[in-house]
């Protein structure tokens, strides 16, 4: 398993060969609705045998680090592909947004890294962290 990082100029041809599956089957649309790729997005997938098996994104804006999807198949995938955005990201000094579908969160997780729920809707948490220095 190798797991790489798409930011910045990446190449597009490479990363739609991986992850395309994830944007065009329907079997994940309906999983991943908002699923979306802008310019200023990071992305960490997961590959085994030329293939993707799983994904985590986020983005980064001025004042602020937006977490959006981590996706896989397999549980141990996902707890990876969340142990290596944060180190991604352990250097950065902002807070964190992470918005979570309430039947698929493990809520107990967010909160041992420092979230605190600021609101809930009937399908949604809406999770913030404020700046801190290390993830490690």
Known sequence: MIYKVFKNNYNRKEFYSLVGKYFAEKKYKSKLKYLSNEDNYIWIIAIENNEA???TVFEEKKNLIIFDYTYSEIAAIEKELLKRRFYLIKDINKA?????LKKDCDIKYWLEKGFIITRESKNY????REARKSDR
Do not use: M, S
């Not at 964190?96 to 979570?100: M, N, S, Y």
């Not at 948490?125 to 913030?128: A, C, D, G, K, P």
């Open 53 to 55: 098996v799983g994904f």
């Open 96 to 100: 964190i947004k992470v918005d979570l």
């Open 125 to 128: 948490i809406f999770l913030r």
